[in-house]
């Protein structure tokens, strides 16, 4: 990926509850940094938690970014975290193999 001067910041909320007043502060901070600077607010949802993730919330994580002026075309994504699982493995698996990382059972 080349050098970019463009800032790219995120919020990245867990669809596990109700969207609260934190996460819109941190999105609006968020939004009002990157429309500042000509950069982009990217989304993504850390989906990761799957006993507790629900559809219903990541639409309520939408719609409230659209009530606080935030429409789908004010950021990139949503961006699912648990998209990339097997990435993460595989980085993970590359890291053990060479003597990078170490497994901790606790």
Known sequence: MPFSSSIRVRFAPS??????????????FNWVMARQSGGALVLRIEDT????????????IIRALAWLGMDEEQYEGPYFQSAGADKHQEAV?????Q??????GC
């Open 15 to 28: 669809p596990t509850g109700m969207f609260h007043v934190g996460g819109a502060r941190s999105a609006l």
């Open 49 to 60: 938690d799957a006993s507790r993730n629900s559809p219903e919330w990541v639409d309520g």
């Open 93 to 97: 698996r590359s890291l053990l193999e």
């Open 99 to 104: 003597g990078r990382a170490y497994y901790c």
